[in-house]
């Protein structure tokens, strides 16, 4: 049996929590969060916080959008 093998037989017996868990943390490795995108992102998201609370910008109701989208 596979070092793989023993791992996924120890796996498979986790709680679904536990699992995906595992999961994001193996997922997470293969792809190293980049803390400059993180940041840039945080930062975009507040400013379009602030630009609609200030009216700056308007906002669409999600049944117009969905309805666009399922057509």
Same mark, same amino acid.
């Given at each position: 049996?596979?070092? @793989?093998?023993? @791992?996924? %037989?120890? %796996?498979?017996?986790?709680? &679904?929590?536990?699992?995906?868990? *595992? $999961?994001?943390?193996? *997922?997470?490795?293969?792809? &190293?969060?980049?803390? =400059? $995108?993180?940041?840039?992102?945080?930062?975009?998201?507040?400013?379009? @916080?602030?630009?609609?609370?200030? =009216?700056? %910008?308007?906002? @669409?109701?999600?049944?117009? %959008? *969905?309805?666009?989208?399922?057509?």
């Amino acid at each position: 049996m596979s070092e @793989i093998d023993k @791992i996924l %037989v120890d %796996v498979l017996a986790f709680n &679904p929590t536990d699992k995906l868990q *595992l $999961v994001d943390k193996i *997922l997470a490795s293969l792809q &190293p969060t980049n803390n =400059g $995108v993180e940041t840039l992102w945080g930062n975009e998201s507040e400013e379009r @916080i602030t630009a609609y609370n200030e =009216g700056r %910008v308007s906002s @669409i109701d999600e049944d117009e %959008v *969905l309805k666009k989208y399922s057509q």
